[in-house]
């Protein structure tokens, strides 16, 4: 029963559409006709394509190179590693300042005939957004700027002009950001070089003032010259006694001895207070002397270490600076294109002939299945 309703619901639909095939034809034909009219007068639009690349740029090799490897990792986290994606540029590309930049260049409020509308440069801009595509090839890593315009002289210029912009901007930008960078690690390298210089005169004023120059030298030695005033005060009293048991302490030999002992006292006690030039400060002076020359030379050590640290890191600052002169390559320049990108006339007259033929059939069969059962619809409604 129900094949025979479906059947009996297909054959009613066939013979509908053969009763008004004219007029399915007529709707289609006039469809169709109208369409091909129609995008005839519709102008050419014409697509101009850039494609760039950005520089590869690491900041470790020169610091691998001088440092040797050491505390690279540190410096890779402060200046960057390899750039590799364009979420820079298309940040710039999508940016008012860009795009507006690119309206007032080329006149397009005029071009596009929006000087009446109530806010001219946001139509434009609206309009050049539609006229404009940025992509990022994942393949082989490039960035096409595409601009769509009737003139494709002016899409070619307009194509080239975003490069420049991007240039433009792209480098104040990141100009700015190494200065600063580089101002900062500049900065920082004066106050620690300025810091072992005091150290270092700090150094040379305590020698002055003390007569010491190496006391991590001249301790030993004086040490050892102890050692050996001791050893003759040693020698000289056993002398001094052996001849006072023999000849009394009259006697010339004894006076000479005696003579002896104190000579090398008086040197011994010269040493200890600071009488001699291998240490020519007191006993008493000594360990605060010494505390001193350690304090200065473990800062002076800890300063030459960073001062070794930060200078590639200037150095580093500085070339960088300077390798922002330029942010990307242009690896192929727009040219004007000699064949339109839009409208597809063919498409359209496909498209518009097929929905009139769609259109007209659902009419047909709408009217068909409307006649047939009008009266039940008016009984319905009409109880």
């Given at each position: 029963m129900t094949d025979t309703k479906s059947a009996e619901i297909f054959w009613s639909?066939?013979?509908?559409?053969?009763?008004?095939?004219?007029?399915?034809?007529?709707?289609?034909?006039?469809?169709?006709?109208?369409?091909?009219?129609?995008?005839?007068?519709?102008?050419?639009?014409?697509?101009?394509?850039?494609?760039?690349?950005?520089?590869?740029?690491?900041?470790t090799?020169?610091?691998?190179?001088?440092l040797g490897g050491r505390s690279t990792s540190a410096a890779s986290s402060l200046l960057g590693g390899i750039v590799s994606?364009?979420?820079?540029?298309?940040?710039?590309?999508?940016?008012?300042?860009?795009?507006?930049?690119?309206?007032?260049?080329f006149d397009l409020i005029t071009i596009y005939d929006l000087s009446d509308g109530e806010s001219p440069m946001k139509d434009a801009l609206q309009e050049l957004s539609a006229n404009t595509e940025f992509i990022v090839d994942n393949e082989y890593n490039y960035l096409s700027i595409q601009v769509y315009d009737q003139d494709p002289e002016r899409a070619a210029d307009m194509a080239n002009f975003f490069v420049s912009e991007l240039n433009q901007l792209s480098t104040d930008?990141?100009?700015?950001?190494?200065?600063?960078?580089?101002?900062?690690?500049?900065?920082?390298?004066?106050?620690?070089?300025?810091?072992?210089?005091?150290?270092?005169q700090s150094i040379r004023e305590l020698q002055q003032n003390t007569g010491i120059i190496d006391l991590t030298t001249q301790g030993p030695?004086?040490?050892?010259?102890?050692?050996?005033w001791r050893s003759q005060i040693f020698l000289a009293e056993l002398e001094f006694d052996n001849l006072l048991y023999l000849y009394g302490p009259n006697h010339?030999?004894?006076?000479?001895?005696?003579?002896?002992?104190?000579?090398?006292r008086e040197s011994y006690d010269r040493a200890?207070?600071?009488?001699?030039?291998?240490?020519?400060?007191?006993?008493?002076?000594?360990?605060?002397?010494?505390?001193?020359?350690?304090?200065?030379?473990?800062?002076?050590?800890?300063l030459s270490s960073l001062v070794e640290f930060a200078r590639p890191l200037l150095e580093e600052a500085r070339l960088s600076e300077e390798r922002s002169a330029k942010s990307v390559q242009v690896l192929d320049p727009a040219i004007p294109p000699t064949e339109k990108a839009r409208p597809w006339r063919a498409a359209i007259c496909v498209a518009s002939t097929l929905s009139g033929l769609m259109l007209?059939?659902?009419?047909?069969?709408?009217?068909?299945?409307?006649?047939?059962?009008?009266s039940l619809i008016n009984s319905r409604l009409n109880p």
């Open positions: 639909s066939i013979r509908a559409i053969l009763a008004q095939k004219w007029l399915i034809i007529g709707i289609t034909g006039f469809t169709g006709i109208s369409a091909v009219i129609i995008s005839l007068f519709l102008p050419n639009w014409y697509l101009a394509e850039t494609r760039l690349l950005i520089p590869g740029q690491t900041s090799g020169l610091l691998s190179s001088i994606d364009y979420q820079q540029e298309l940040a710039i590309l999508n940016s008012r300042t860009l795009n507006q930049n690119v309206v007032e260049e930008l990141s100009t700015e950001t190494a200065k600063s960078y580089r101002i900062t690690v500049e900065k920082r390298y004066h106050e620690i070089d300025d810091s072992l210089n005091s150290v270092l030695a004086f040490i050892e010259g102890l050692t050996e010339s030999q004894t006076r000479a001895a005696q003579k002896a002992v104190e000579n090398a200890l207070e600071g009488g001699e030039r291998i240490m020519p400060i007191s006993q008493d002076e000594l360990p605060d002397v010494a505390f001193q020359f350690a304090e200065l030379q473990v800062e002076s050590v800890i007209s059939l659902v009419y047909v069969l709408f009217m068909a299945w409307w006649k047939n059962n009008n």
